[in-house]
């Protein structure tokens, strides 16, 4: 009897940045595959998820592939990014495609998929839930998101001010993500809404530079302007 | 030079079910645990969470101890709870506190940690994420969640109506915790807010048994009522 191997792509969250964080499924699915897609920024930029995985990776037997990430969701540069993943896994090669996080809280995976779907229906496609950097910075500040009849927002930090007034407003816990060049102009709408004793910060979460701050207020002099950034809000 | 142990306790996300969603570091403070608590629903009850521990704990060598799990946030309880927690870590035992996906979203983890803290400030705790029921659920629907400017709202399905019906007006992605016995009458409000067919009913994620409902309109006349059971809603 033959067995006849399929081409195949698993979607699969690394975490946040500590290698710890990787889910025994994850390690068991780069070890075996053919092909690791690592997603960068830009062209020649290193992969975070790649460095997180470093040590599961084999570049003598693996092929290592960085897929540069479309910054928008127009349609034409995600096409060209599935594009070259289908085509490197060919007719019966096993792909790894990582992301930092989980592959569909803000991991774009979903893009991927869904263009390689219709590019290949006959790929099998599976999707590995990873540990997302909201749960890891709850933890690593020792900060409970949420408990019995809390509701948690989370909500990007570059959306509408309305928008996440009325997020902060409505939800006992809010998670801002990817604050940025923004945080300044978040850090004065919480003063005045009067939850800045209520609020977290925690930038490059699992990283071995991992800050967390829990005086907020002592940013507010000269914000940080790490992309890599977030906050956590909790009315109670 | 001596090496003196402090008592120490690791609040361990195990992931919503299947084994393999174990972080490589929850296996390792699993391993290295000399108590290992399990919480349990009631006394008696079988304990989901050592279930999914199971292969890594070994019952000669580490003391297995479970701990019922209050059902409201009534302070009495936990504190009950929670000085058993600190009494068996003695002055220099480790133990790991094991909770169902994540320890600090919905896991009531934070609730112990507090009262052991309080209990026993000379106890070093930690906190260890898991993969999330919501991150493991939306993969096993290959649901996106969030991407760009999305906002995504997770919301107790036994909420009153109205936060429900705000969080679906205003969100991109709203995922329904726990909707047990309320199925029924949320499939009506979504009926109404015209969000039936943007639905996915996801049951015992991660487990054996799990079920994924894309159709949840065929779930209206006869709404399972299994507690371990959530609905993804995306307005796009």
Redesign the interface.
Known sequence: MTHIRTARLSGV?V?PG????????A??LIHGADVVFAPVRRPGDRSLSLEIVAEHVDGRRQRVVTVPFPE??DGESWESAAAHVAEELGTDRHGVFLTEG?????G????V?AIVRTLRPDLE?E??????S???A???A???????????????A??PHD?IE??LV??ECVVLLKVGRVLGELLALLERLGLVERTVYVRRCGWPDQQVVTDVRALIPSPPRDYFALLIVRRR
Chains 1, 2 share one sequence.
């Open positions: 969250g975490g500590d290698p710890e964080l990787l889910t025994l499924k390690v068991r928008s969701q989980d592959p569909l809280l803000f774009s995976f979903g893009h998929a496609i999707i590995v839930p990873g540990v997302s909201v749960t890891a709850a933890a690593a020792g900060v409970a998101l949420a408990d019995y009849q809390d509701r948690l927002a989370v909500v990007p570059t959306a928008q009325r997020a409505d939800f």
